[in-house]
Protein backbone atom coordinates (compact mmCIF):
# COMPACT_ATOMS: atom_id res chain seq x y z
CA UNK A 1 0.00 0.00 0.00
CA UNK A 2 1.17 3.21 -1.12
CA UNK A 3 2.22 5.57 2.08
CA UNK A 4 -0.28 8.50 2.71
CA UNK A 5 0.21 11.36 5.66
CA UNK A 6 -2.59 13.71 6.98
CA UNK A 7 -2.22 17.22 8.72
CA UNK A 8 -5.48 18.20 10.51
CA UNK A 9 -3.79 20.74 12.33
CA UNK A 10 -6.35 23.46 11.55
CA UNK A 11 -9.50 21.34 12.90
CA UNK A 12 -8.18 19.88 16.16
CA UNK A 13 -5.60 22.96 16.88
CA UNK A 14 -2.25 20.60 16.76
CA UNK A 15 -0.19 18.62 13.79
CA UNK A 16 -1.31 15.08 13.44
CA UNK A 17 0.73 12.19 10.99
CA UNK A 18 -0.30 9.75 10.56
CA UNK A 19 1.15 7.23 8.04
CA UNK A 20 -0.55 4.39 6.63
CA UNK A 21 1.37 1.37 5.37
CA UNK A 22 1.46 -2.51 5.08
CA UNK A 23 -0.89 -5.32 4.11
CA UNK A 24 -5.25 -6.04 5.50
CA UNK A 25 -6.42 -2.67 3.92
CA UNK A 26 -6.88 1.04 4.42
CA UNK A 27 -9.03 0.26 7.42
CA UNK A 28 -6.56 -2.06 8.85
CA UNK A 29 -3.62 0.17 8.32
CA UNK A 30 -5.40 3.33 9.98
CA UNK A 31 -6.00 1.27 13.22
CA UNK A 32 -2.06 0.53 13.81
CA UNK A 33 -1.19 4.20 12.59
CA UNK A 34 -3.46 5.37 15.81
CA UNK A 35 -2.45 2.82 18.26
CA UNK A 36 1.55 3.84 17.17
CA UNK A 37 0.67 7.52 17.42
CA UNK A 38 -0.95 6.44 21.27
CA UNK A 39 1.71 4.44 22.31
CA UNK A 40 4.85 6.77 20.94
CA UNK A 41 3.30 9.72 22.64
CA UNK A 42 2.03 11.92 19.71
CA UNK A 43 -1.03 11.14 20.81
CA UNK A 44 -1.41 12.17 24.59
CA UNK A 45 -4.29 10.69 26.56
CA UNK A 46 -6.91 13.15 26.36
CA UNK A 47 -6.04 14.35 23.26
CA UNK A 48 -9.28 14.99 20.62
CA UNK A 49 -8.97 13.25 17.39
CA UNK A 50 -10.49 14.76 13.69
CA UNK A 51 -14.05 13.79 12.95
CA UNK A 52 -14.55 11.05 10.97
CA UNK A 53 -15.73 12.90 8.55
CA UNK A 54 -12.71 15.42 8.31
CA UNK A 55 -9.98 12.82 8.55
CA UNK A 56 -11.72 10.52 5.79
CA UNK A 57 -11.48 14.18 3.57
CA UNK A 58 -7.84 14.31 4.26
CA UNK A 59 -7.20 10.53 3.91
CA UNK A 60 -9.15 10.37 0.88
CA UNK A 61 -11.00 7.20 2.27
CA UNK A 62 -14.18 6.42 2.77
CA UNK A 63 -16.50 7.78 5.92
CA UNK A 64 -16.99 4.03 6.87
CA UNK A 65 -13.54 2.85 7.09
CA UNK A 66 -12.43 6.30 9.45
CA UNK A 67 -15.58 5.37 11.69
CA UNK A 68 -15.12 1.48 11.57
CA UNK A 69 -11.61 1.82 12.97
CA UNK A 70 -12.45 4.42 15.71
CA UNK A 71 -15.46 1.73 16.44
CA UNK A 72 -13.10 -0.73 16.97
CA UNK A 73 -10.17 1.71 19.05
CA UNK A 74 -12.95 2.08 21.44
CA UNK A 75 -13.90 -0.72 21.99
CA UNK A 76 -10.32 -2.02 22.51
CA UNK A 77 -10.09 0.69 25.08
CA UNK A 78 -7.38 2.93 22.94
CA UNK A 79 -9.95 5.85 22.68
CA UNK A 80 -13.50 7.09 23.97
CA UNK A 81 -16.36 8.34 22.35
CA UNK A 82 -19.02 10.82 23.98
CA UNK A 83 -22.11 13.24 22.43
CA UNK A 84 -20.93 16.32 22.21
CA UNK A 85 -17.34 15.61 23.24
CA UNK A 86 -15.96 13.62 19.69
CA UNK A 87 -13.49 11.01 19.87
CA UNK A 88 -11.24 11.18 22.50
CA UNK A 89 -7.31 9.19 23.17
CA UNK A 90 -8.79 7.45 26.53
CA UNK A 91 -6.97 8.35 30.18
CA UNK A 92 -5.57 5.00 30.19
CA UNK A 93 -3.30 4.59 27.23
CA UNK A 94 -3.26 1.28 26.61
CA UNK A 95 -6.18 -1.31 26.13
CA UNK A 96 -8.29 -2.99 28.33
CA UNK A 97 -6.72 -5.72 30.20
CA UNK A 98 -3.31 -5.13 29.39
CA UNK A 99 -0.55 -5.42 31.63
CA UNK A 100 0.49 -2.36 33.48
CA UNK A 101 3.96 -0.91 32.38
CA UNK A 102 6.35 -0.74 34.71
CA UNK A 103 8.00 2.94 34.68
CA UNK A 104 11.48 3.25 33.61
CA UNK A 105 13.63 4.57 36.16
CA UNK A 106 15.89 7.62 35.42
CA UNK A 107 19.22 6.76 35.65
CA UNK A 108 21.20 7.83 39.41
CA UNK A 109 22.93 11.35 39.28
CA UNK A 110 26.72 11.57 39.78
CA UNK A 111 27.05 13.02 43.06
CA UNK A 112 29.51 16.19 42.71
CA UNK A 113 32.71 16.94 44.68
CA UNK A 114 31.75 18.68 48.74
CA UNK A 115 33.73 21.26 48.00
CA UNK A 116 34.82 22.19 44.09
CA UNK A 117 38.56 23.71 43.84
CA UNK A 118 39.10 22.58 40.21
CA UNK A 119 40.67 26.12 38.28
CA UNK A 120 39.18 27.71 35.83
CA UNK A 121 35.90 28.02 36.30
CA UNK A 122 34.49 31.82 37.84
CA UNK A 123 31.78 31.81 40.54
CA UNK A 124 28.35 31.23 38.67
CA UNK A 125 26.14 32.76 41.24
CA UNK A 126 27.99 36.02 40.31
CA UNK A 127 26.75 36.21 36.88
CA UNK A 128 25.62 39.75 36.44
CA UNK A 129 21.69 38.48 35.72
CA UNK A 130 20.51 42.04 35.96
CA UNK A 131 22.75 43.47 33.99
CA UNK A 132 23.17 40.87 31.15
CA UNK A 133 19.24 41.01 30.78
CA UNK A 134 19.36 44.80 30.52
CA UNK A 135 21.48 44.88 27.43
CA UNK A 136 19.56 41.83 26.06
CA UNK A 137 16.71 43.70 25.64
CA UNK A 138 18.03 46.52 24.52
CA UNK A 139 20.32 44.32 21.61
CA UNK A 140 17.03 43.32 21.02
CA UNK A 141 15.14 46.18 20.70
CA UNK A 142 17.87 48.12 18.44
CA UNK A 143 18.92 45.16 16.12
CA UNK A 144 18.20 45.80 12.86
CA UNK A 145 15.55 43.16 11.03
CA UNK A 146 18.54 41.74 8.90
CA UNK A 147 20.66 40.51 12.54
CA UNK A 148 17.82 37.72 12.63
CA UNK A 149 18.52 36.23 9.08
CA UNK A 150 21.77 34.18 8.29
CA UNK A 151 24.80 35.34 10.21
CA UNK A 152 28.08 36.90 8.97
CA UNK A 153 30.66 34.33 9.25
CA UNK A 154 32.89 36.96 10.70
CA UNK A 155 30.30 37.98 13.61
CA UNK A 156 28.08 40.80 14.09
CA UNK A 157 29.95 44.44 13.45
CA UNK A 158 28.42 46.02 16.85
CA UNK A 159 30.37 43.44 18.92
CA UNK A 160 33.45 43.52 16.50
CA UNK A 161 33.21 47.41 16.75
CA UNK A 162 32.84 47.15 20.62
CA UNK A 163 35.68 44.58 20.50
CA UNK A 164 38.18 46.95 19.00
CA UNK A 165 37.67 50.17 21.03
CA UNK A 166 37.37 48.06 24.49
CA UNK A 167 40.29 45.68 23.82
CA UNK A 168 42.33 49.00 22.82
CA UNK A 169 41.89 50.26 25.84
CA UNK A 170 42.11 47.73 28.19
CA UNK A 171 44.27 45.61 26.52
CA UNK A 172 46.73 47.57 24.29
CA UNK A 173 45.38 45.58 21.41
CA UNK A 174 46.07 47.66 17.92
CA UNK A 175 43.47 46.41 15.10
CA UNK A 176 40.17 47.19 13.64
CA UNK A 177 36.61 45.24 13.17
CA UNK A 178 37.65 44.20 9.78
CA UNK A 179 40.37 41.93 11.38
CA UNK A 180 38.51 40.46 14.44
CA UNK A 181 36.88 37.13 13.85
CA UNK A 182 33.88 36.15 16.60
CA UNK A 183 34.27 32.14 17.66
CA UNK A 184 32.73 30.07 20.55
CA UNK A 185 35.88 30.59 22.93
CA UNK A 186 39.63 29.53 22.44
CA UNK A 187 39.07 25.73 21.56
CA UNK A 188 36.85 26.79 18.62
CA UNK A 189 39.95 29.32 17.37
CA UNK A 190 42.61 26.38 17.77
CA UNK A 191 40.02 24.55 15.33
CA UNK A 192 39.59 26.89 12.82
CA UNK A 193 43.20 27.84 12.02
CA UNK A 194 44.70 24.39 12.50
CA UNK A 195 41.73 21.77 11.24
CA UNK A 196 41.20 24.37 8.74
CA UNK A 197 44.68 24.35 7.73
CA UNK A 198 45.15 28.04 7.92
CA UNK A 199 48.35 27.19 10.44
CA UNK A 200 50.11 24.09 10.16
CA UNK A 201 52.69 22.89 12.76
CA UNK A 202 55.16 22.03 14.14
CA UNK A 203 53.67 23.98 16.71
CA UNK A 204 55.72 25.43 20.15
CA UNK A 205 54.14 25.00 23.33
CA UNK A 206 55.22 25.91 27.09
CA UNK A 207 55.77 22.86 29.04
CA UNK A 208 52.70 23.35 30.96
CA UNK A 209 49.04 23.74 29.26
CA UNK A 210 45.94 22.70 29.18
CA UNK A 211 45.74 18.41 28.06
CA UNK A 212 42.48 19.21 26.06
CA UNK A 213 44.56 21.54 23.94
CA UNK A 214 47.14 19.47 23.03
CA UNK A 215 44.73 16.59 21.90
CA UNK A 216 42.72 19.13 20.27
CA UNK A 217 45.83 19.80 17.86
CA UNK A 218 47.15 16.69 17.98
CA UNK A 219 43.18 15.36 16.22
CA UNK A 220 44.57 17.85 13.30
CA UNK A 221 47.69 15.91 13.24
CA UNK A 222 49.80 19.27 14.84
CA UNK A 223 53.27 18.22 16.48
CA UNK A 224 53.52 20.42 20.13
CA UNK A 225 57.14 21.23 21.02
CA UNK A 226 57.32 22.39 24.40
CA UNK A 227 59.31 25.48 25.73
CA UNK A 228 60.99 25.11 29.24
CA UNK A 229 59.37 27.38 31.95
CA UNK A 230 60.95 29.57 34.79
CA UNK A 231 60.39 32.81 36.60
CA UNK A 232 60.34 35.08 33.49
CA UNK A 233 58.00 32.21 31.79
CA UNK A 234 58.68 30.39 28.55
CA UNK A 235 62.53 30.18 27.28
CA UNK A 236 61.68 31.65 24.08
CA UNK A 237 65.06 31.42 23.26
CA UNK A 238 64.68 27.70 22.56
CA UNK A 239 62.24 28.03 19.65
CA UNK A 240 63.75 26.40 16.79
CA UNK A 241 62.35 25.41 13.57
CA UNK A 242 58.22 26.08 14.58
CA UNK A 243 56.63 28.36 12.42
CA UNK A 244 54.18 29.26 15.21
CA UNK A 245 54.24 29.38 18.95
CA UNK A 246 51.22 29.14 21.57
CA UNK A 247 51.83 31.38 24.57
CA UNK A 248 50.03 32.72 28.02
CA UNK A 249 51.79 35.59 28.29
CA UNK A 250 49.64 37.72 30.50
CA UNK A 251 49.39 34.96 33.04
CA UNK A 252 51.41 31.46 31.94
CA UNK A 253 48.90 28.78 32.67
CA UNK A 254 48.94 27.26 34.93
CA UNK A 255 52.46 28.27 36.71
CA UNK A 256 51.65 31.85 36.74
CA UNK A 257 53.47 35.10 36.27
CA UNK A 258 53.77 37.19 33.00
CA UNK A 259 56.12 36.50 30.26
CA UNK A 260 59.09 38.98 30.83
CA UNK A 261 59.47 42.09 28.69
CA UNK A 262 62.71 41.00 27.67
CA UNK A 263 61.56 38.11 26.66
CA UNK A 264 57.84 39.49 24.72
CA UNK A 265 60.29 41.53 22.68
CA UNK A 266 62.48 38.02 21.65
CA UNK A 267 59.42 36.45 20.91
CA UNK A 268 58.25 39.19 18.04
CA UNK A 269 61.78 40.07 16.98
CA UNK A 270 62.04 35.99 16.06
CA UNK A 271 58.04 35.70 14.70
CA UNK A 272 60.02 38.62 12.29
CA UNK A 273 62.93 36.80 11.15
CA UNK A 274 61.44 33.47 10.89
CA UNK A 275 58.25 34.57 9.48
CA UNK A 276 56.10 32.89 12.26
CA UNK A 277 53.70 33.98 14.32
CA UNK A 278 52.74 34.16 17.58
CA UNK A 279 49.34 33.03 18.87
CA UNK A 280 48.57 34.68 22.16
CA UNK A 281 45.81 32.97 24.56
CA UNK A 282 44.35 35.90 26.55
CA UNK A 283 42.60 33.73 28.93
CA UNK A 284 42.44 35.74 32.02
CA UNK A 285 44.43 39.17 30.98
CA UNK A 286 41.56 41.28 32.56
CA UNK A 287 41.63 39.86 36.38
CA UNK A 288 44.70 41.28 37.88
CA UNK A 289 45.42 41.85 41.64
CA UNK A 290 48.78 42.94 42.33
CA UNK A 291 50.75 44.39 39.31
CA UNK A 292 49.96 47.06 36.94
CA UNK A 293 48.11 46.04 33.71
CA UNK A 294 50.43 43.94 31.57
CA UNK A 295 49.61 44.70 27.89
CA UNK A 296 48.78 42.19 25.06
CA UNK A 297 51.98 40.87 22.94
CA UNK A 298 49.41 42.00 19.82
CA UNK A 299 49.95 45.22 20.22
CA UNK A 300 53.94 45.01 19.71
CA UNK A 301 53.18 43.59 16.16
CA UNK A 302 49.79 43.12 14.85
CA UNK A 303 50.83 41.30 11.67
CA UNK A 304 53.14 38.49 13.92
CA UNK A 305 50.44 38.25 16.62
CA UNK A 306 47.14 35.95 16.91
CA UNK A 307 45.22 37.52 19.96
CA UNK A 308 42.68 34.75 21.18
CA UNK A 309 40.32 35.86 24.06
CA UNK A 310 37.34 35.25 25.42
CA UNK A 311 34.54 36.38 28.33
CA UNK A 312 34.65 32.57 30.19
CA UNK A 313 36.67 33.37 32.88
CA UNK A 314 35.53 37.21 33.20
CA UNK A 315 31.65 36.61 32.72
CA UNK A 316 30.60 32.58 31.84
CA UNK A 317 31.90 30.13 30.17
CA UNK A 318 28.02 28.94 29.48
CA UNK A 319 28.33 32.25 26.82
CA UNK A 320 30.05 30.50 24.49
CA UNK A 321 31.63 34.08 23.23
CA UNK A 322 35.23 34.76 21.55
CA UNK A 323 37.19 36.29 19.39
CA UNK A 324 40.62 36.58 17.50
CA UNK A 325 42.08 39.50 16.29
CA UNK A 326 44.18 38.23 12.92
CA UNK A 327 46.88 39.33 11.40
CA UNK A 328 45.50 40.80 8.04
CA UNK A 329 46.65 37.84 5.69
CA UNK A 330 45.10 35.20 8.23
CA UNK A 331 41.35 36.89 7.73
CA UNK A 332 39.72 35.48 4.30
CA UNK A 333 41.43 31.79 5.23
CA UNK A 334 39.85 32.13 8.71
CA UNK A 335 36.22 32.86 7.53
CA UNK A 336 36.68 30.25 4.43
CA UNK A 337 37.40 27.79 6.71
CA UNK A 338 34.33 28.93 9.02
CA UNK A 339 31.85 29.05 6.64
CA UNK A 340 29.39 31.50 4.73
CA UNK A 341 27.14 31.85 7.57
CA UNK A 342 27.89 32.06 11.07
CA UNK A 343 27.08 28.25 13.21
CA UNK A 344 28.71 28.50 16.12
CA UNK A 345 27.95 32.09 18.22
CA UNK A 346 24.25 33.29 18.79
CA UNK A 347 23.44 36.44 17.27
CA UNK A 348 21.29 37.50 19.81
CA UNK A 349 24.30 37.03 22.38
CA UNK A 350 26.73 38.73 20.45
CA UNK A 351 24.22 42.08 20.68
CA UNK A 352 23.87 41.80 23.97
CA UNK A 353 27.46 41.74 24.49
CA UNK A 354 28.14 44.78 22.36
CA UNK A 355 25.84 46.44 24.45
CA UNK A 356 27.19 45.24 27.62
CA UNK A 357 30.39 46.29 26.86
CA UNK A 358 29.63 49.86 25.00
CA UNK A 359 27.46 50.67 28.44
CA UNK A 360 30.38 49.76 30.79
CA UNK A 361 28.11 46.99 32.30
CA UNK A 362 31.04 44.84 31.20
CA UNK A 363 34.24 47.26 33.11
CA UNK A 364 32.09 47.54 36.13
CA UNK A 365 31.16 43.63 36.14
CA UNK A 366 35.71 43.20 36.19
CA UNK A 367 35.91 45.50 38.49
CA UNK A 368 33.51 43.83 40.93
CA UNK A 369 35.26 40.27 40.14
CA UNK A 370 38.20 41.74 40.90
CA UNK A 371 37.68 42.63 44.25
CA UNK A 372 35.68 39.05 45.04
CA UNK A 373 38.30 37.32 43.55
CA UNK A 374 40.86 39.08 45.56
CA UNK A 375 39.48 39.07 49.08
CA UNK A 376 38.97 35.05 48.15
CA UNK A 377 42.61 34.58 47.26
CA UNK A 378 43.87 36.61 50.38
CA UNK A 379 41.85 34.40 52.55
CA UNK A 380 43.50 31.17 51.10
CA UNK A 381 46.88 32.88 50.96
CA UNK A 382 46.52 33.66 54.68
CA UNK A 383 44.57 30.01 55.93
CA UNK A 384 47.23 28.43 54.21
CA UNK A 385 49.81 30.97 56.01
CA UNK A 386 48.26 30.08 59.59
CA UNK A 387 47.84 26.02 59.18
CA UNK A 388 50.42 25.22 56.58
CA UNK A 389 53.32 27.28 56.46
CA UNK A 390 55.58 25.28 54.97
CA UNK A 391 53.67 24.66 51.40
CA UNK A 392 54.65 28.11 49.24
CA UNK A 393 51.70 29.56 47.14
CA UNK A 394 52.52 31.14 43.73
CA UNK A 395 51.01 32.05 40.49
CA UNK A 396 48.67 34.41 42.50
CA UNK A 397 48.80 37.95 41.20
CA UNK A 398 46.36 37.67 38.43
CA UNK A 399 43.74 34.89 37.36
CA UNK A 400 41.39 32.77 39.20
CA UNK A 401 43.78 29.94 40.62
CA UNK A 402 46.79 29.32 42.89
CA UNK A 403 49.68 27.02 42.68
CA UNK A 404 50.97 24.93 45.85
CA UNK A 405 54.27 24.19 45.84
CA UNK A 406 54.43 20.75 47.46
CA UNK A 407 57.47 18.70 48.61
CA UNK A 408 59.00 16.60 46.27
CA UNK A 409 57.38 13.02 46.03
CA UNK A 410 53.55 14.23 47.63
CA UNK A 411 51.42 15.25 44.70
CA UNK A 412 50.00 12.19 43.97
CA UNK A 413 49.46 10.99 47.45
CA UNK A 414 47.58 14.74 48.17
CA UNK A 415 45.59 14.30 45.26
CA UNK A 416 44.22 10.94 46.32
CA UNK A 417 43.83 12.28 49.98
CA UNK A 418 41.50 15.20 48.33
CA UNK A 419 39.67 13.06 46.32
CA UNK A 420 38.77 10.91 49.33
CA UNK A 421 37.99 13.76 51.15
CA UNK A 422 35.65 15.20 48.26
CA UNK A 423 37.75 17.98 47.48
CA UNK A 424 38.18 18.38 43.85
CA UNK A 425 41.40 19.94 42.49
CA UNK A 426 44.37 18.63 40.02
CA UNK A 427 47.71 18.34 40.52
CA UNK A 428 50.33 19.94 38.24
CA UNK A 429 51.61 17.38 36.86
CA UNK A 430 48.26 16.56 34.78
CA UNK A 431 49.14 19.71 33.27
CA UNK A 432 52.77 18.67 32.19
CA UNK A 433 53.92 18.28 28.26
CA UNK A 434 54.41 14.99 28.05
CA UNK A 435 57.67 15.35 26.19
CA UNK A 436 58.84 18.00 28.41
CA UNK A 437 62.47 17.69 29.83
CA UNK A 438 64.18 18.92 33.25
CA UNK A 439 62.60 19.30 36.86
CA UNK A 440 59.06 18.17 37.83
CA UNK A 441 58.38 19.99 40.74
CA UNK A 442 55.22 18.90 42.75
CA UNK A 443 52.06 21.02 42.99
CA UNK A 444 48.61 21.24 43.32
CA UNK A 445 46.08 23.50 41.22
CA UNK A 446 43.79 25.25 43.04
CA UNK A 447 41.14 27.27 41.73
CA UNK A 448 39.43 29.87 44.66
CA UNK A 449 36.83 31.08 42.09
CA UNK A 450 34.14 28.21 41.79
CA UNK A 451 32.92 27.54 45.01
CA UNK A 452 29.87 29.64 45.92
CA UNK A 453 30.62 32.02 48.82
CA UNK A 454 28.92 30.55 51.78
CA UNK A 455 30.95 27.30 51.06
CA UNK A 456 34.29 28.60 50.52
CA UNK A 457 35.56 28.55 53.95
CA UNK A 458 35.20 24.93 54.51
CA UNK A 459 36.27 24.21 51.26
CA UNK A 460 39.48 25.84 52.21
CA UNK A 461 39.26 24.05 55.58
CA UNK A 462 38.83 20.31 53.48
CA UNK A 463 42.24 21.83 51.58
CA UNK A 464 44.62 22.46 54.01
CA UNK A 465 43.51 19.05 55.65
CA UNK A 466 44.77 17.13 52.91
CA UNK A 467 48.23 18.77 52.19
CA UNK A 468 51.13 17.20 53.37
CA UNK A 469 52.94 17.51 56.37
CA UNK A 470 56.12 19.32 57.06
Not at 62 to 85: C, I, K, P
Not at 300 to 307: C, F, G, S, T
Request: glycine fraction near 10%; include cysteine; hydrophobic fraction near 45%.
Amino acid sequence: MVDSWVNSAERIGADLHLQLSGSGGRRAALIRALRDAVRDGRLAPGARLPPYRSLAADLGVARNTVADAYAELVAEGWLTARQGSGTRVAERAEPLGAPSRVPRKAPPRARGPLHDLRQGTPDASAFPRAAWAASYRRALARAPSEAFGPGDPAGRVELREALTEYLARARGVRTEPSRIVICSGFAHALRLLFHGRVLRGPLAVESYGLGFHRELLAAASVRTVPLPLDEDGARVDGLGRERAVLLTPAHQFPTGGPLHAARRAAVVDWARARGGVILEDDYDGELRYDRKPVGAVQGLDPERVVHIGSVSKSLSPALRLGWMVLPERYVDAVLETKGEREAWVSVPDQLALADFVVSGAYDRHVRRMRQRYRVRRDRLVATLAAQAPHIEVTGIAAGLHAVLRLPPGTERSAVKAAAWRGVALDGLAGFRHPEATGAAPDGLVVGYATPAEHAYGAAVEALCGVLPPR
